[in-house]
């Protein structure tokens, strides 16, 4: 773990934070297009879910490197774990050789004492996960050195974060006190075609699709936090009762690497489809506020989010 990508990480959670948090409050009798599908009206709840991800990820990766700051002691293991808890997975060890020796020596002698009877079976899967957890034989605890590192693909991704949010917040401050996230129009309303508006008619949601595009490059790839240290748990085995207790399976038959790529995949497109479908309402609108002045401007910018693509 490096500090420019704690640092980096951090300030992108920021960047992130900025542009997801609407500049003016939405005044309900100026809305319209309140008629689109519930799922692309939930935008301004995915906005905040896109602050508390980023935060926690944030969050995690600066404590992980802080941790390698740290001298080692008995309670690196521990503290270890708790900043990536997917080493439960990927480095299965002794659940005793993670507490501190006096802990531990507790832990090892009270809880599995060979002359206490055994009411599990050999059979059993909980028998054998205690004996996994608890065997002197079984493989040394996690060291506690994370894997995060800041790659090509996250450099990309942090990237396009903080282009997006200067790309919004520049769209907050020529729109002023017209710029909500729900569509609205204000008393003062007016056809804006400066700054970013004169390359293309949207480029609010140009931002946003950076942000999104920057937010998976750094967070669902190799080396970040959420890739490392938390959807491996997804890989660890998952119990289906009825079909045996000798059976086990990942979750949703899926590997963290496939669900990622799930989860990338229906972002974007949401994100997407919430962009087509405001802009396609947004020009309806403004084509009855401003008429031919309208016209002109659709005629000199053609394009909603990106010239010559779309």
Not at 47 to 71: D, G, N
Request: aromatic share 12%; glycine share 4%; charged share 10%.
């Amino acid at each position: 773990m490096s500090l420019p990508r704690a640092l980096l990480t951090s300030l992108s959670a920021l960047s992130n934070g900025a542009a997801c948090t609407p500049p003016n409050p939405t005044r309900p009798k100026e809305r319209y297009h309140t008629d689109e599908m519930w799922v692309l009206q939930i935008a301004p709840w995915v906005f905040k879910w896109h602050q508390i991800i980023a935060y926690t990820c944030a969050l995690f990766e600066v404590l992980s490197f802080l941790l390698t700051l740290l001298p080692a002691s008995p309670l690196s293991p521990a503290l270890g774990v708790l900043t990536c808890p997917a080493t439960l997975v990927t480095h299965p060890a002794p659940l005793s050789s993670y507490l501190p020796f006096s802990l531990s020596s507790l832990f090892s002698t009270s809880l599995i004492s060979p002359t206490t009877p055994s009411t599990l079976t050999s059979a059993s899967p909980t028998a054998t996960s205690l004996q996994t957890l608890a065997s002197p034989t079984a493989p040394s605890p996690w060291t506690g050195a994370t894997p995060l590192r800041a790659t090509p693909i996250y450099l990309l991704g942090a990237l396009s974060v903080l282009l997006g949010t200067y790309i919004r917040l520049d769209c907050f401050s020529t729109l002023g006190e017209m710029f909500t996230f729900d569509l609205t129009v204000h008393p003062k309303h007016r056809l804006v075609t400066e700054r970013f508006y004169s390359f293309v008619r949207h480029p609010a949601y140009t931002g946003s699709l950076m942000l999104v595009f920057g937010l998976a490059l750094s967070h669902l790839t190799r080396g970040s936090w959420l890739s490392e240290c938390a959807f491996p748990l997804l890989d660890a085995p998952f119990p289906f009762p009825l079909l045996g207790p000798a059976h086990a399976y990942p979750l949703l038959g899926l590997s963290s690497h496939k669900i990622r790529l799930v989860v990338w995949a229906l972002w974007w497109a949401w994100t997407l489809c919430v962009g087509v479908s405001r802009a396609e309402a947004e020009d309806r609108q403004m084509r009855k506020l401003f008429g031919a002045e309208w016209e002109g401007y659709r005629r000199r910018v053609a394009w909603w989010f990106m010239p010559g693509v779309l």
